[in-house]
């Protein structure tokens, strides 16, 4: 499965930004997928997850802002990003995690995203 994952730039503050991640090689339908953010000096962190079945969790930081969601036809997920803030900057990759169920460690994903970068500024 290779991932692509697009739709990074800078915002301020309250805006709006949509990631997609594209999957090819395979059809994502028996992977769970995670969408994760960096940010300098810190850890990895899952912000959404989705499993093969479409249940859907999420971070405790981004509850009500963030939806991820999925398009089986074009094998892509996307994570939308509503009321951003400052400290949602990040490098936001997408991952792909056999076995169907999203786990917050980033080590139990098989295949990653490149990763874009969202700037909030204030």
């Known amino acids: 499965v290779q991932l692509q994952a697009s739709g990074g730039g800078l915002v301020q503050a309250g805006g709006s930004l949509r990631l997609s991640c594209a999957a090819s090689?395979?059809?994502?339908?028996?992977?769970?997928m995670g969408w994760f953010r960096q940010a300098p000096g810190k850890e990895r962190e899952l912000v959404a997850g989705?499993?093969?079945?479409?249940?859907?969790g999420y971070a405790d930081s981004v509850k009500g802002r963030f939806t991820i969601s999925s398009d089986s036809a074009k094998n892509t997920v996307y994570l939308q990003m509503n009321s951003l803030k400052p400290e949602d900057t990040a490098v936001y990759y997408c991952?792909?995690?056999?076995?169907?169920?999203?786990?917050?460690?980033?080590?139990?994903?098989?295949?990653w995203g490149q990763g874009t970068r969202v700037t909030v500024s204030s």
């Open positions: 090689g395979r059809a994502f339908s028996n992977y769970a």
């Open positions: 989705i499993t093969s079945g479409g249940s859907i």
């Open positions: 991952a792909a995690r056999s076995g169907g169920y999203y786990v917050s460690s980033s080590y139990a994903y098989d295949y």
